[in-house]
């Protein structure tokens, strides 16, 4: 890049571990924001740093992994499964942070597909990268290889190893292995090589395999293998992830096509290679640092109470966003306009992209003013979230206009900081504060565990009120009309 006439000073490569290259980047006040591929505990500790050492409103992109999971019922074509399957979860040896970890199979189907499956696996070739022969090779260090070897172990200790395959005889190569389960749930950590588990279902059950997949708490890849069309609307309806592969493999995002990037555990987006992506690199000219005024501290049970109690809308789309225009009619603001329906992606023939955005879910608005609480709360309420505002006078504001059938509640006064370490229930925190209260808030944000929420201090910056999720759909792969099958469910 610098023999390309990019200034040195615009791009450097440190190479380095993370503990002595990052952690003295991430400590640094002169750096203004960071971008982070890794493990969800070390986005945790870098969090921890920059709410320390930058700015309080230095960007933190960071896409942290999970326990992707694939679901494939009885309608779908085993040929296809296979070739996807392997593809996803052996592939780079499984060092993708897309790879498939956990796959569910219809029982009815079980027996005969991991019989094709294993074939398939033993005709995996093992050794150098290099080789255009080779499938897999081998993972990354002897610490990788160890770990993944000791959990691989630890399972056909207990008798549930259902198929590996040899390996060479020297290098760090690790065996393609198939692992038995009863869920996802007995996964406690992402591991990070050719390792798959498989866990069985039957019919009746699908809406629990999905709760359980949502219950983990990461949200990066998901893959479907169904010809039903009325099974991929209501499972891709109800799935919490970023990236969504129906009847493909789920590796492999195209910049541009399928942009990338997850959500809870998984990620802060927004997606890489999707056009929120370049302004978040961004400095915003929005932000009022407003000094917080004199008010009563809302204690943190009666802000736990508030939130457990915020529900999202029911009312149809067009009455509200008429209570909305309403409830702000006298701001001296207008809120933005909802988001967009899902916008086509480019892509290759016989492949459907779409990138959409749904709403984080309950936001805190906390001012600090009645002015900006408002602002934050229209913004808020505008793409599909639900507002607690905190802010001294929001009682009564919000008794004189009416909020009607919109999902926002108001309290008197200003939040303890620290109180947000332990709330639970909410996506994200607004708030226009000078940097000493704005600090407080990021610190306290990054000291909770789980998902990395953001604080918004940016009011023009309406992306980050939302989550984008992507969809590809291998239009060519479904094997023939199944409105038959369809028919008969």
């Known amino acids: 890049m610098h023999e390309a006439g990019i200034p040195k000073s615009a791009v450097q490569l440190l190479p380095g571990p993370g503990h002595r290259v990052g952690a003295a980047l991430t400590q640094d006040p002169r750096i203004d924001g960071v971008c982070f591929t890794g493990s969800t505990p070390t986005a945790q500790h870098i969090h921890r740093s ?9 960007p933190l992109i960071a896409e942290t992994g999970g326990l992707n999971a694939m679901i494939v019922d009885s309608t779908a074509l085993p040929e296809q499964v296979v070739r996807d399957v392997v593809q996803s979860a052996f592939q780079s040896a499984g060092q993708r942070c897309s790879a498939l970890r956990m796959l569910y199979v219809q029982e009815d189907i079980a027996e005969s597909l991991l019989t ?59 065996a393609p292995t198939v692992l038995q389960v009863d869920g996802i749930a007995e996964l406690q950590e992402e591991i990070f090589g050719p390792v798959l588990h498989v866990a069985t279902f039957a019919a009746a059950e699908l809406d629990t395999v999905v709760n359980d997949i949502n219950a983990k708490g990461y949200g990066l890849t998901f893959g479907l293998h169904t010809r039903m069309d009325s099974r991929v609307e209501h499972i891709v309806h109800r799935m919490r992830v970023g990236n969504i592969y129906v009847n493909r493999n789920q590796i492999g995002a195209v910049v541009g096509s399928q942009p990338f990037g997850g959500e809870g555990l998984s990620g802060t987006g927004p997606k890489a290679g999707g056009p929120q992506y370049v302004q978040r690199f961004t400095r915003s000219q929005t932000h009022a640092a407003i000094a917080a005024t004199a008010a009563p501290q809302v204690s943190p049970e009666t802000l736990q109470a508030a939130i457990d109690t915020l529900a999202a809308s029911t009312v149809p789309d067009d009455e509200y966003q008429a209570q909305l225009r309403a409830l702000f009619a006298r701001a001296p603001f207008t809120p933005p306009k909802p988001p967009a329906d899902a916008e086509t992606m480019p892509g290759p023939t016989g492949e459907m992209n779409l990138l959409s955005q749904c709403s984080r879910g309950r936001i805190l608005c906390l001012g600090p003013d009645l002015a900006s609480a408002s602002h934050q709360a229209a913004i808020a309420l505008s793409q599909g979230n639900a507002a607690l505002v905190i802010a001294p006078g929001i009682e009564a504001w919000l008794s004189q206009h009416d909020p009607q059938d919109l999902p926002i509640t108001g309290i008197d006064g200003q939040p303890d900081p620290a109180s947000l370490t332990t709330l639970t229930g909410f996506a994200a925190v607004c708030s226009s504060a000078k940097d000493t209260q704005l600090r407080a808030i990021r610190q306290a944000l990054a000291a909770r565990d789980g998902a990395l929420l953001p604080l918004i201090t940016a009011l023009d910056e309406v992306e980050q009120f939302v989550l984008e999720r992507h969809l590809c759909i291998d239009t060519t792969a479904a094997g023939g009309n199944a409105s038959l099958i369809a028919a008969t469910e």
Do not use: S
Not at 50 to 58: F, G, K, M, N
């Open 116 to 174: 094709m499956l294993y074939g398939a696996m033993d005709e995996l070739q093992l050794g150098d990268p290099w080789l255009h022969n080779t499938d897999i090779g081998p993972v990354i260090d002897a610490a990788a290889k160890a770990r993944i070897d000791a959990h691989c172990a630890d399972f056909a200790a207990r008798g549930k190893l259902l198929k590996h395959v040899p390996i060479p005889a020297h290098g760090t190569f690790v």
């Open 50 to 58: 920059i709410a320390q050492a930058l700015t309080p409103d230095a």
